[in-house]
């Protein structure tokens, strides 16, 4: 080879080109296919994770949401302090906060707890 001809490309390949794929399940393929069946699969997982959701939002209402109800319907608590400070910044600043979490970790384990489900569901099938 001359320095003036370019190098020769050479063809890589795997060594397991020749190995037993996994066997795909019907309910995979219905899913990629975008059958009926494959939507009433998706559409049951997003059902499961909307009801999810709409749970952990109505929570965040119901608690966070219902907070600034509670201080006007107990004055009491914009009077009192903790730490110097009111009460009422007190549980907005640091007690909602571990609240949040929580409902996040929640939120994250269910709709994992869903998908794994789901996907037993598919194989199964």
């Not at 019907?26 to 009433?40: C, P, Y």
């Not at 999810?52 to 107990?74: C, E």
């Amino acid at each position: 080879m001359t320095p003036a001809d370019p190098p020769r490309r050479v063809r890589v390949t795997s060594p397991r080109t020749d190995a037993v794929r996994p066997r795909r399940s019907k309910a995979t393929s219905e899913i990629d296919a975008q059958t009926q069946l494959g939507e009433v699969y998706m559409s049951s997982l997003l059902r499961a994770q909307g009801r999810l959701a709409a749970l952990v939002l109505a929570s965040l209402a119901l608690t966070v949401g219902a907070l600034p109800l509670l201080f006007r319907a107990v004055p009491a608590l914009t009077d009192a302090r903790l730490l110097g400070m009111p009460v009422t910044w007190v549980l907005l600043a640091f007690a909602v906060y571990p609240f949040l979490f929580a409902l996040a970790w929640f939120y994250v384990r269910a709709a994992e707890r869903n998908e794994r489900d789901f996907a037993d569901v598919v194989e199964r099938e």
